[in-house]
């Protein structure tokens, strides 16, 4: 058993790890500002036992007391809406959050896990990106104050782990989604399937050739958690290979949503990447991890999820 401190808690990615920590016998001290986050994603963690919550912005000096194994840094705002209405605390958190998160790791003895970003590789002039790539990033461009505060991440990371020894590990996260994705949160994922269930028009950015490729928060979490207790520092990519147009994507959702709604074409964010996929090579060779949900699934367990709560 580990004692785990996850910042971004209360977001997509950071409320499925800690269900996934306490499942396995974790504890976990959970901390997130709820910028992006919502009380909602842990409302049903609050009298577990092995469940703290901290309402703290991490950019700010960070202390845990008591003993803690691993520090693991989720927290973000990872949608382009929300990084590009939060410049400056974006970079805040992937700056100056990710060194007093390592501070407290360094101070505690503990593992500590980056979550970083395919944004690394920009618009990516290698496909699909293996992490040997170095990326093609606008560093003054608007996706920059999301893209150049993980690559900063990244670089503090790896300097803790040369300069101070720290024992780090570093995923590259590709698209994620799932329940508990904010209907609101702009995303393509999201708001075509909020478009589809509510009879609106999906709105498809550009001609919707652009390429991602979209993991189930099931299979993306436990590859995190295979990178964590593995020996491998990364950076590795955790994402699914599987790669659709955001065109495609739109056609399958209302597929699975058996929605009438029209596809509507709008302007394409500037800097919007043409194309993603992870190369996965070594996850699949030294974590033995491979995603195993299918994009029809996934949406159809995530469209379930948003119905619901839609309804609410
Ligand atoms: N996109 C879209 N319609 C939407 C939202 C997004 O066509 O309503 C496109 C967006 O331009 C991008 C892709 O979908 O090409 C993925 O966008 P998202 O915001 O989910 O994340 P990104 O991968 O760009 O970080």
Redesign the pocket.
Known sequence: MSRVVVTGAAGFLGSHLCDALLARGDEVVGIDNLVTGDLSNIEHLFGVPGFTYVKHDVSSYVWVPGPVDAVLHFASP????DYLEMPIQTLKVGSLGTHNTLGLAKEKGARFFLAS???VYGDPQVHPQPETYWGHVNPVGP?GV?DEAKRFAEAMTMAYHRYHRLDVRIARI??TYGPRLRPGD???????LV?ALTGKP?????D?R???SFCYVDDEIRGFLALLDSEHTGPMNIGNPGEFT??A??ELVLDVTNSGSEIVF?P??VD???V?QPDISQARRLLGWEPVVELREGLTRTAEWLARVLER
């Open positions: 990872a949608s382009p809406k970003t395919s944004e996706r999301y590709f698209n702009g995303r393509v994922v999201s708001n075509f478009q999906l709105t498809v950015y550009g919707g652009q390429t991602r955001v065109l994507l739109a709008e394409l964010p919007d990447p043409t993603r």
